[in-house]
């Protein structure tokens, strides 16, 4: 099978580019998360990375989200082992004992703004017509509490009210302004900033930063991980009502029609 992501590990630095390269919109597929996890993984194993910078490397895309198709049509198995797997690379990020940099050169709707978000920083190209945020309920599917808690200690109860209810996507100028993504910059610019930024907290003693994110995480890493089997549980349940795979059918036909 080809390879969804690429990585660059400098090793006279010890940042690692990881590039998402799974086209057409580095839709998030069983196969893509389960290679993302081992890479990331990899990388924290490695005493020559200390930190790791995500991005696309397709244009104007950085992640379309889930791969809807993993969510649709198939058996609860199914459902279960990929939910699994959309809890193990949110662990994996959110939890991140290096420091991890969101280099956002592209649209990154839900799952894609979750493993944003999930990073230490995050830094958006400032194309007008891309977009970032938990659009969720605009496909009729509800984002469980670890996405929720994951927006509000990004942008604060109010914002992500709002955004979760309405499930709305942000242009890179408002997505600055709620405080989703912290720098907005020219796309040419995208990972040149996102290198000097990580060359700044690659500047603090390594235990002193990871104990303090350790510090402000693991209680939200803790909660999932007391709760894994009931929130697959609640994401079968959930994903398997005729209600909501007919919502789904929906949204990717409207996918499809948009285009044609
Ligand atoms: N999954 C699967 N296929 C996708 C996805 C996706 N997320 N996004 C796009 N595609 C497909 C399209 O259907 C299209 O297929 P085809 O070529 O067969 O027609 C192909 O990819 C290219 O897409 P576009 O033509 O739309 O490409 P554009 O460059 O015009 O636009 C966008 C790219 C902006 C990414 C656009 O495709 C888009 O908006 N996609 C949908 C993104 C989205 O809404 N994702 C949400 C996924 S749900 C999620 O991540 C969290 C779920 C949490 C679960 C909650 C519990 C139930």
């Excluded at 942008?155 to 942000?170: D, I, K, N």
Aim: charged share 20%; glycine share 6%.
């Amino acid at each position: 099978s080809s390879s969804h992501v690429k990585v660059d590990l400098d090793g006279s630095t010890g940042i690692a580019v990881v590039k998402f390269q799974s086209s057409p919109v580095n839709s998030m597929s069983l196969d893509f998360l389960t290679e993302l996890c081992i890479s990331l993984e990899k990388l924290e194993l490695d005493r020559s990375c200390r930190g790791v910078i995500l991005t696309s490397a397709l244009p104007k895309i950085f992640s379309a989200g889930l791969d809807i198709t993993e969510m649709y049509g198939k058996n609860p198995e199914h459902y279960a082992e990929f939910w699994k797997s959309v809890q193990e690379i949110w662990l994996k990020v959110y939890g991140y004992s290096k420091i991890a940099i969101a280099a956002i050169n592209g649209s990154s709707p839900a799952g894609g703004c979750l493993v944003s978000m999930a990073c230490d920083y995050r830094i958006m190209a400032d194309d007008p017509r891309y977009r970032i945020g938990l659009n969720e309920a605009q496909l009729g599917i509800v984002a469980p509490f670890w996405f929720k808690d994951t927006m509000v200690n990004t942008v604060g109860f109010r914002t992500t009210e709002l955004s979760l209810q309405f499930g709305l996507m942000y242009s890179p100028s408002d997505a600055l302004k709620i405080g989703l993504v912290d720098q907005v910059v020219p796309e040419e610019n995208v990972l040149s900033t996102a290198t000097e930024t990580i060359t700044k907290w690659l500047a603090i003693p390594d235990h002193a930063r990871e104990i303090s994110k350790s510090m402000m995480r693991k209680p939200m890493v803790d909660r999932l991980l007391a709760s894994r089997e009931s929130d697959i549980k609640n994401f079968v349940n959930f994903i398997t009502k005729d209600s909501i795979q007919k919502s789904l059918g929906f949204y990717m036909n409207s996918l499809k029609q948009r285009k044609a």
